[in-house]
């Protein structure tokens, strides 16, 4: 049993903390003790008879819900324990640092209280009081449960019968908008890409929003008209969702957000965030049912043409100016109403260029590296003569270039990938922007584009491209950029793809493979690489012994686990492929 004094503290602290905070004030006792006396409270209020609960147990129910909702006694680490800073005596813990919401304990435990409430209500006792915040704490607490679909589901149920029972006279629970939000948001996260996605979440959220139009259209509801943030909830589980119909839909949206806008809803003006999740959905979008590579890339070179038209379009209305009609253009029709003094709020930032660079370098047309290249000039434009704070270019969108014209079968792609990083260490070094500082994806990618010359290039081309692979590997230690496997894995390859057999070969395989042995980096990568680049007799001389599954723990410490499981899964299901090849091969000759 917890102490009377303890229980008086936590009882004032609950009722001193509102619904909805971003953080949870506990006393500091343990997570274990904490949760003993939340059901120790939470049992003595649900198995009380209906209609006998008393004025202090009727004004701690909502406390002890919202204290479920917050789901306060469940620790990630020690460290976020322990290590905190007291404010009046209390620890303060926020609510990502400690205490993540996990499982449905803390929602059934709701349910039963909320549950309670009600029934009290009904005998007859008016200081149970279930009312939409309080019903809004239950949708809270299914909608972060790690249930996936199944707290969506349940979250949305409870607004249904909210709906109900307010259009039968129940005032007291009209549901608002922040109860349609935090479903909209629940299948929003049930839409997300893993283990319990629900396949037709982004189809429930756009339901659940048509039916908040509805009901405030039709004077049902006056309190859920939905706002930019409910659009763009549900944009982001579209543009999450990788449906085949999601830019569309997300495309759908806007115009809808256009429409509604124009008729006087200035809460749902489409703004920069709304565009970034439909240049989300179009770069992640796949091709389905394709089989032909062809059909494939056609349909990625599409996608990315489709994504620099919505760039142009968001640059163009943001200048005030107006967009060129386009029968294709869904926003031709659009008539310029989101066109004002106020569309700042609609120009491109380093999000929505990055969008547009990933389409094209995952398009691999032979095109895609300048293209891209194109959409970085305009953000280093911008950050070198605006300053726009909005436009930084950064790693990632050098990365992404430097990529795309890795993907290109020019013959200069590695060249082209050398210029695009020796501009990006120029911005750090000239302009003191250090977002853009190369990390080793920056010097491995252009590492990469040498190693995968076309192999009917000459051979002064493959030993120019192997120099400048020499030269930047070079360049990123002295950057103070850590190789990994697989740099030192492609550094291995171009030595077997760029080098003729001889002398110099010998060297720089003997060279970077002892280098990645003293750096820990030896996993199967690198040993395929130096299987390909060296002969047998030096294969073995470097291995001095060892064998795939008997290294040197010093030589494979820095190789992340997974690369030797999945490389070795790689060889065991080409390995049974070829035997069944053979087997059938067999059997036909038999």
């Known amino acids: 049993m917890i102490s009377n004094t303890a229980l008086g503290l936590l009882i004032a602290l609950l009722s001193l903390s509102p619904y909805f905070v971003s953080s949870y004030v506990t006393s500091g006792l343990p997570g274990p003790k904490h949760r003993a006396w939340l059901k120790e409270m939470t049992v003595e209020v649900c198995d009380t008879a209906p209609g006998e609960l008393s004025q202090e147990m009727c004004n701690r129910?909502?406390?002890?819900?919202?204290?479920?909702?917050?789901?306060?006694?469940?620790?990630?680490?020690?460290?976020?324990?322990?290590?905190?800073?007291k404010k009046n005596g209390s620890f303060v813990l926020s609510e990502h640092e400690g205490f993540p919401h996990h499982g449905k304990e803390c929602a059934m435990f709701c349910e039963k209280i909320l549950k309670r409430l009600v029934d009290e209500?009904?005998?007859g006792n008016m200081d149970a009081i279930a009312n939409t915040q309080s019903y809004n704490a239950l949708i809270d607490v299914w909608s972060r449960t790690k249930e996936h679909g199944i707290g969506a589901q349940r979250a949305e149920q409870i607004v249904v019968g909210m709906q109900d029972a307010y259009s039968e006279g129940e005032v007291d629970v009209q549901p608002d908008l922040e109860s349609f939000r935090l479903v909209l948001q629940a299948w929003s996260?049930?839409?997300?890409?893993?283990?319990?996605?629900?396949?037709?979440?982004?189809?429930?959220?756009?339901?659940?929003?048509?039916?908040?139009?509805?009901?405030?259209?039709?004077?049902?509801?006056?309190?859920?008209?939905?706002?930019?943030?409910?659009f763009e909830i549900v944009l982001n589980a579209w543009a999450k969702s990788n449906h085949k119909d999601a830019p569309r839909k997300t495309e759908e949206l806007i115009m809808q957000m256009d429409r509604l806008y124009s008729e006087g809803n200035y809460k749902v003006k489409p703004n920069r965030m709304h565009f970034n999740q439909v240049l989300t959905a179009w770069s992640k979008s796949k091709p389905v049912d394709m089989p032909s590579p062809k059909q494939r890339q056609q349909y990625s070179i599409a996608t990315a043409r489709r994504a620099e038209s919505i760039l142009n379009h968001m640059n163009t209305i943001s200048k005030g100016g107006e967009t060129d009609y386009h029968p294709d253009n869904i926003y031709a029709n659009a008539e310029q109403r989101t066109i004002d003094s106020a569309n700042?709020?609609?120009?491109?930032?380093?999000?929505?260029?990055?969008?547009?660079?990933?389409?094209?370098a995952k398009s691999k047309h032979d095109d895609c590296g300048r293209r891209a290249e194109k959409i970085l000039k305009q953000v280093e434009h911008r950050f070198k003569i605006y300053n726009d704070v909005n436009n930084t270019p950064d790693t990632i969108l050098y990365n992404m270039v430097i990529d795309a014209h890795s993907k290109t079968s020019s013959n200069k792609a590695h060249v082209k990938s050398r210029a695009v990083l020796d501009r990006q260490i120029n911005m750090v070094k000239k302009y003191g922007n250090k977002k853009c500082r190369p990390d080793v994806y920056s010097f491995t990618s252009v590492l990469a584009s040498c190693a995968s010359l076309n192999g009917s290039s000459s051979r002064k081309e493959k030993l120019h491209a192997f120099e400048i692979a020499r030269s930047t590997f070079d360049e990123m230690c002295r950057s103070d950029v850590q190789p990994n496997h697989v740099t030192y894995g492609t550094m291995l390859k171009a030595c077997g793809r760029l080098l003729p057999l001889g002398k110099e070969r010998r060297k720089f395989t003997r060279e970077y493979f002892r280098k990645a042995c003293d750096a820990g980096c030896v996993g199967d990568m690198v040993l395929d690489r130096l299987k390909d680049a060296a002969s047998p007799i030096q294969y073995n001389g470097l291995l001095n012994g060892h064998t795939r599954n008997t290294l040197p723990a010093e030589w494979t410490s820095q190789v992340p686990k997974n690369d030797n499981r999945r490389n070795t899964q790689m060889r065991s299901f080409k390995s049974n492929k070829g035997n069944r090849t053979n087997n059938g091969r067999n059997t036909q000759r038999s």
């Open 61 to 85: 129910a909502p406390q002890l819900l919202s204290a479920w909702a917050k789901n306060p006694y469940t620790k990630t680490k020690k460290s976020n324990w322990k290590n905190k800073n």
């Open 121 to 123: 209500r009904r005998a």
């Open 189 to 230: 996260l049930a839409s997300s890409q893993g283990q319990g996605r629900e396949e037709h979440a982004p189809h429930r959220a756009q339901r659940m929003l048509e039916w908040m139009l509805m009901l405030y259209d039709s004077g049902e509801n006056a309190l859920i008209q939905p706002d930019g943030n409910c």
């Open 344 to 360: 700042h709020d609609i120009s491109p930032n380093i999000a929505t260029y990055s969008a547009v660079c990933l389409a094209w």
